[in-house]
């Protein structure tokens, strides 16, 4: 019983990825004006993520692994988006934070491939970031799943 519910919180889990979203959908490099492309060196994966609300390969990121104390950023912008204390390992392959920096992020609700689901956005750049959940470790059972590719970390020293 015990291994079915693990199978279907995998599969949740799953179902949860907007990855499939990029295997779907053509790519169309029409930028939202909302937004502003303010690190002009982003490349063009980052773009697509950023302005184009895409979802970068599963454990593609090396900030899956990234363990050091300090702050995830915005690569767009520089905003201080998680503190590394709110980090943890999901297993979705994907860099995951229970709780974001008070007023890091703005929600808007997802409607894409029949699911429900609330996708966040930097709220000083607009850039988009990834979805969060309500299956999270952390006392208000949230789990942020950001692309790594939209954020820089900057150890403590
Ligand atoms: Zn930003």
């Known amino acids: 019983m015990r291994k079915i519910k693990s199978l279907r919180r995998k599969f949740l889990k799953l179902l949860s990825l907007s990855y499939l979203s990029t295997l779907l959908?053509?790519?169309s490099p029409i930028y939202s004006s909302?937004?502003?492309?303010?690190?002009?060196?982003?490349?063009?994966?980052?773009?697509?993520?950023?302005f184009n609300e895409s979802t970068e390969r599963p454990f593609s990121s090396?900030?899956?692994?990234?363990?050091?104390?300090?702050?995830?950023?915005?690569?767009?912008?520089g905003a201080k988006l998680f503190?590394?204390?709110s980090k943890f390992d999901?297993?979705?392959?994907?860099?995951s934070f229970t709780e974001s920096l008070p007023g890091a992020f703005k929600t808007k609700i997802d409607y894409s491939f029949g699911m429900k689901r609330i996708e966040y956005h930097c709220s000083n750049c607009g850039a988009h970031h990834g979805h969060v959940f309500n299956d999270g470790p952390g006392p208000n059972g949230k789990r942020?799943?950001?692309?790594?590719?939209?954020?820089?970390f900057i150890?403590?020293?």
């Open 25 to 27: 959908l053509p790519y």
């Open 34 to 50: 909302a937004k502003k492309i303010i690190n002009q060196n982003l490349t063009n994966e980052q773009k697509k993520i950023l």
């Open 62 to 77: 090396p900030l899956n692994n990234e363990n050091r104390k300090g702050f995830f950023h915005c690569v767009n912008c």
């Open 83 to 85: 503190a590394s204390t």
């Open 90 to 95: 999901s297993g979705t392959g994907w860099p």
């Open 144 to 152: 942020f799943c950001n692309n790594g590719l939209c954020l820089i």
């Open 155 to 157: 150890p403590k020293n």
